[in-house]
């Protein structure tokens, strides 16, 4: 485990956990919200699913650091399958598996820093 990430686990619990919170609130108030974020080039909806579910896995670790990663994977996929399940009944939004699949490596790439 790096330096920089020992530091981070060094924090108090309540600060690792309000980080989290404040991820997973941002994560649904964009994944549930009624219209799209605005694209500013092709795809870019694939790096914002990617970048929220990086933060989330990651925020989760330094959170739940006694708990094993895989319980992790388990519950940020599972988050991610209720999003996208979510979106297909909100106007204007539809659910995507390419999407699901940015934020499943997302959560990958999270837990593989972490």
């Known amino acids: ?13 309540w600060l690792r956990t309000a980080l989290l919170s404040v991820v997973a609130v941002s994560l649904l108030f964009g994944g ?4 799209p974020l605005a694209q500013s ?5 694939k790096v914002h699913h990617y970048v929220s579910f ?20 388990i519950g940020c996929v599972f988050a991610d399958l209720l999003i996208e399940y979510a979106q297909a009944f909100i106007p204007l939004r539809t659910a995507s ?9 997302g959560v990958a790439t999270g837990l593989l820093i972490a």
């Open 1 to 13: 485990m790096s330096q920089r990430f020992q530091r981070l686990i060094d924090l108090p619990f």
């Open 41 to 45: 080039f092709a795809q870019a909806d």
């Open 54 to 73: 990086f933060a989330l896995a990651l925020s989760c670790r330094l959170a739940f650091i006694q708990i094993k990663p895989h319980w992790i994977v």
């Open 32 to 35: 549930l919200r009624s219209q």
């Open 97 to 105: 598996f390419h999407d699901a699949q940015a934020n499943t490596c």
